[in-house]
């Protein structure tokens, strides 16, 4: 089965970054969209930003201009880079991939990974 593992969560304090990675292992499709989502205690799990095959990228506005998404097909690894990091940051991150329509709606992934925890202190 494919496996999705994010790694690079870890707790900074506001205006620090971070580097999160999802790796793909085992079988897998060629996935035409993956994104990363997350989710905080006690509030619905949001999509953060995908990117398709073509490299399009489509950022929530929470997030725009401060997170970065980029992929390395050849080693199938997912990237989210985080800058200017702020308390509303604080989450668990998913990555996520499917063959369907690239959009941020979660129930349109079938490949999740575990999830990694970002907290961000002020």
């Known amino acids: 089965q494919v496996k999705l593992v994010e790694s690079g969560g870890g707790s900074v304090q506001a205006g620090e970054s971070l580097t999160l990675s999802c790796a793909v292992s085992?079988?897998?499709?060629?996935?035409?969209?993956m994104a990363w989502f997350r989710q905080a205690p006690g509030k619905e799990r949001e999509g953060v930003v995908r990117?398709?095959?073509?490299?399009?990228?489509d950022y929530a506005d929470s997030v725009k201009g401060r997170f970065t998404i980029s992929k390395d097909n050849a080693k199938r690894i997912l990237y989210l880079q985080m800058n200017s990091l702020q308390p509303e940051d604080t989450a668990v991150y998913y990555c996520?991939?499917?063959?369907?329509?690239?959009?941020?709606?979660?129930?349109?992934?079938?490949?999740w990974g575990q999830g990694t925890q970002v907290t961000v202190s002020s």
């Open positions: 996520a991939a499917n063959d369907l329509t690239c959009s941020l709606r979660s129930g349109l992934f079938d490949a």
């Open positions: 085992g079988y897998s499709h060629n996935f035409g969209c």
């Open positions: 990117i398709g095959r073509d490299g399009s990228t």
